[in-house]
């Protein structure tokens, strides 16, 4: 599957953003779908992931009740709904897939290419 994500920009903090990432290739909703960031100089971390039918998500604690991940399987998309941002959440954002849930980016079998988020303070 291939998968392009956007979305990413400036923003102020207290401000939100909507990422998108768009799926193309095999069946999207045979898939595990989720959100990864990676700040300059720091290791991937996992921020939210979504089981195939929508029905359980799953997210890092620094992003509860802050950010939504959300799927349209029909629209072979996947969305990140970021509220409240901190200048801590300032990162490239990448969407991704796998066949079963994990919070492991190795085991993701898929990437889009990362969009950029900047919260500025």
């Known amino acids: 599957v291939q998968l392009q994500a956007s979305g990413g920009g400036l923003v102020q903090t207290g401000g939100s953003l909507r990422l998108s990432c768009a799926a193309s290739?095999?069946?999207?909703?045979?898939?595990?779908l989720g959100w990864f960031r990676q700040a300059p100089g720091k290791e991937r971390e996992f921020v939210a992931a979504i089981m195939r039918s929508g029905g359980s998500t799953y997210y890092e604690d620094s992003v509860k009740g802050r950010f939504a991940i959300s799927r349209d399987n029909a629209k072979n998309t996947l969305y990140l709904q970021m509220n409240s941002l901190k200048p801590e959440d300032t990162a490239v954002y990448y969407c991704?897939?796998?066949?079963?849930?994990?919070?492991?980016?190795?085991?993701?079998?898929?990437w889009g290419q990362g969009t950029l988020v900047t919260v500025s303070s």
């Open positions: 991704a897939a796998a066949r079963f849930y994990t919070r492991t980016h190795s085991s993701y079998d898929y």
């Open positions: 290739g095999r069946t999207f909703s045979n898939y595990v």
